[in-house]
């Protein structure tokens, strides 16, 4: 093997592999010994556990049965109740037949009997005899002054017959008859060598063991030392104690455990062998460390010379004065360029595309094909096109909108709505370019790139979709002005100027929808008209002339058919304005005062300010209505200005009547 920097390098980190494979070869074997001690002693306690439920529920089901045929079964309500005394033979042999039954069907009964408390008469399966005489009236006298619901006893000896030896049992005791139970008691002895066969059926004696000992203290259970008082010393020279659990059911406390030398003695061993591999490999893996690492240090060294001798000229030095630090500070150096330079890319790629997009709509500088495509690969837009059309999204009454907005809530539903025309694009075919060009106007190019020419005929109705979202989600509303479809890049800006000639009919037209530059119609005619109308209107008002309701009416007439732009509308208002200034001047004083003071101020906001024939008419009806309710200006007067305010589209003096104002 060559003597390399990469061959020294990779022995000086053999060590390294072999203390982290040693220290994982050690870390699990450590786990899985603690795993398997855990889950034995998991195993352990649900081991006894499942003794204890298996002893309870077998218990319980007996205790069952009995409340059952007690409950259901005439022999034994006959037998406690006893009314007809010339029968008692026969319910003595049914209520003992009642007995056999049910200690055949349950082997761990050893046995039943049936005390009466009216005569104090005891009916065993073998017997009947008097409660004095009766070898087990001790338990029956302490069963007759426990309160109801008593559980198990304690072992206890027992046998039905005098002559038999006794066996190990337990009892339970229940009141009769129900519901009361003041007719005697029923007592159920179980057998305790079959109920602790449960135990020696699921107990393997060379690995687990179990104690069972009594609410008294002694055992139960292993059998052959039942009775012997509980020795804590010897239970834990049997192996590590891991359950004790009691069970109230039955009153017996259970303690359970591994026996030693056998699982964990071997799970101990393994860990002690490995602990002794682990600490060797550590060691060695030091020493060999150390001498790897003294023998690769000379060239290390030389290198670390010349980059001291370059940091000692380099006005970066490291805060440690190493190396390392030297690395970092120009790594770190060279990172932060690198964001700012990302950054001001970014801001100037906007910045760029803003321009471009000007370029585009105003049309002043020609854009060529491959400067075209060019800007669009570097805004991530597509570049082929068939054909282009532009729409102005604008803002209806921006004034209460900057009134009811902050500057961060503005910016953020100007970015929704951005957001929301690209949405309405076509993935297939049609590609949308969105820029605000003005606080209230958002243009939007749409470069139909398919063989499709219907295409560009769908972006009104998209439009439109989109126009009526806003006005739904957002709670104000845009009108959208459409220029015609364009096949040439030049064509954009006459798109452009068609859409903002569309927005101009907004107050004729009204707000809230999508206008269509090919859509408009006929323009209007000649506008002088007007002019002689109006002159002719406050002429026939000033000298009291009831001619001018029809020329009221006849001026309303003309605007209806007349489609004029915002522009006209309102030169034609300050004229008319103007003429209503010089009949109202003059005496009285007061008249004049209140004219220059609130109605022509009024007048003139609505005029300059409103952008739908519906908002105009509302303000100027709002102004004229101060002077008439002081009584001080002639109530036809606004009569004259709203119609003649009103106009074609939205508001007409045959949808809306026009208010007579009425002194008081």
């Not at 195993?43 to 007690?70: C, H, P, Q």
């Not at 009361?180 to 063991?209: A, C, K, W």
């Not at 605007?559 to 005496?587: F, W, Y």
């Amino acid at each position: 093997m060559e003597k390399t920097w990469y061959n020294r390098s990779l022995m000086s980190y053999f060590p390294i592999l072999f203390i982290t494979v040693g220290m994982l070869i050690f870390v699990s074997v450590s786990m899985i010994s603690e795993f398997s001690i855990n889950e034995t002693e998991k195993a352990n306690r649900v081991f006894s556990k499942y003794v204890i439920d298996s002893m309870e529920t077998s218990l319980r089901g007996i205790e069952r049965v009995v409340l059952e045929e007690t409950g259901n079964n005439s022999a034994f309500y006959n037998f406690f109740e006893m009314k007809d005394s010339s029968d008692t033979s026969t319910v003595y042999y049914e209520t003992s037949k009642e007995l056999h039954k049910m200690l055949d069907d349950n082997p761990m009964i050893h046995s039943i009997y049936l005390y009466r408390a009216k005569d104090r008469v005891v009916l065993t399966t073998n017997s009947l005899e008097k409660l004095d005489s009766f070898q087990d009236k001790d338990f029956v006298n302490q069963a007759l002054a426990q309160p109801a619901g008593t559980l198990w006893s304690s072992v206890r000896d027992y046998s039905d017959l005098s002559l038999q030896p006794k066996d190990k049992v337990i009892s339970i005791s229940k009141k009769a008859l129900l519901p009361f139970g003041n007719q005697g008691i029923i007592v159920v002895n179980v057998r305790l060598d079959q109920l602790l066969r449960i135990v020696d059926e699921m107990i393997n004696p060379n690995i687990t063991f179990m104690d069972i000992s009594d609410a008294s203290g002694k055992r139960v259970y292993p059998i052959e030392l039942a009775g012997q008082p509980v020795d804590p010393k010897r239970i834990t020279t049997q192996g590590d104690v891991i359950t004790n659990i009691h069970s109230n059911y039955i009153g017996w406390n259970f303690v359970s455990g591994i026996k030693g030398g056998q699982t964990f003695s071997w799970v101990s061993a393994i860990s002690h062998i490995w602990i002794g591999i682990g600490v060797l490999t550590v060691l060695i893996s030091i020493l060999y460390t150390i001498y790897v690492s003294r023998r690769n240090y000379k060239p290390i060294e030389s290198i670390l010379q010349q980059i001291n001798a370059y940091q000692s000229r380099s006005q970066l030095k490291g805060k440690g004065g190493d190396e390392f630090s030297f690395i970092g500070k120009v790594l770190e150096s060279l990172m932060d360029q690198t964001s700012k330079y990302e950054k001001q890319y970014q801001e100037d790629l906007l910045v760029r595309r803003k321009q471009f997009f000007q370029e585009l709509i105003t049309g002043r500088t020609p854009v060529k094909e491959e400067i075209w495509a060019e800007n669009m690969n570097r805004f991530k837009l597509e570049s082929a096109y068939s054909q282009l059309r532009l729409g102005i999204a604008e803002i209806d009454g921006y004034a209460a909108f900057r009134e009811n907005y902050s500057m961060t809530d503005r910016n953020l539903l100007k970015f929704a709505i951005t957001n929301v025309v690209h949405e309405f694009s076509d993935p297939e075919g049609l590609t949308v370019w969105a820029e605000w060009v003005t606080d209230k106007r958002l243009a939007v190019l749409f470069i139909v790139n398919a063989d499709d020419p219907d295409k560009a005929e769908t972006i009104p109705e998209r439009l439109d979709r989109f126009r009526t979202w806003v006005a739904v989600n957002l709670k104000f509303s845009l009108t959208v002005g459409v220029g015609r479809t364009v096949s040439r890049l030049a064509e954009i800006s006459d798109s452009y100027d068609e859409a903002e000639k569309a927005l101009q009919y907004k107050m004729s037209l009204g707000g809230n929808q999508v206008i269509r530059y090919d859509e408009i119609g006929r323009p209007a005619g000649d506008t002088h008209k007007y002019f002689q109308q109006m002159d002719a209107l406050c002429q026939a008002f000033r000298i009291a002339d009831d001619s001018w309701r029809l020329q009221v009416d006849q001026l309303v007439h003309d605007l209806e058919q007349d489609l004029l732009k915002e522009e006209e509308i309102r030169h034609l208002l300050r004229h008319l304005l103007r003429l209503l200034q010089r009949t109202v001047e003059g005496p009285p004083p007061e008249m004049t005062d209140l004219w220059s003071g609130k109605v022509n101020p009024g007048l003139t906001g609505a005029i300059e300010e409103s952008e739908t024939s519906e908002e105009l008419l509302c303000r100027c009806w709002r102004s004229c209505s101060k002077s008439c309710t002081r009584n001080m200006f002639p109530c036809a007067s606004p009569r004259i200005i709203i119609s003649s305010l009103m106009k074609s589209g939205n508001i007409s003096s045959r949808i809306m009547p026009i208010p007579t104002c009425r002194s008081t």
